[in-house]
């Protein structure tokens, strides 16, 4: 069995996940993951929102170490692997920071196509893999 790291946050399992954000009825803002209040203009009417799945690159780097807490993952500094952190630009709504599903600068360019999908993070104690968010070239 699979399960989502963060449930709340994409309708993964379903069979074409979507981020679930919030907009603000108040000013638009779009916010991923969701937030209770506006970060822009602090009001309180913010409701889901189903984001694209499609983005463009804006800026990326590399997660050369084990993040500090709170990091989900289970790697140690001996089984890390780096990956890429890129910033994704998804329509006209909202920026994400998300997990990229490679590092490769040969595989990177800013304004690239990317398209989200969910790579595996670690197996629980149970035998589940959990899956977390990613963006993948296009
Ligand atoms: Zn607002």
Known sequence: MAKALAPEASTWPAT????IGSRCGSCSAVTWPKQGRCPRCSG?????????TQGTLVAWTTQGFVPK???AGKETADTFEPFGVGLVQLGDEVRVETRLTTADPAELKIGMELELTFV??????AGDEVMTVAFRPA
Request: charge should be negative; charged fraction near 25%; glycine fraction near 0%.
């Open 16 to 19: 074409n996940p979507q981020l």
């Open 44 to 52: 309180p009417d913010m409701t889901d929102r189903l984001l694209p």
């Open 69 to 71: 807490l709170p990091y």
């Open 120 to 125: 595996p993070l670690y197996t629980d104690d």
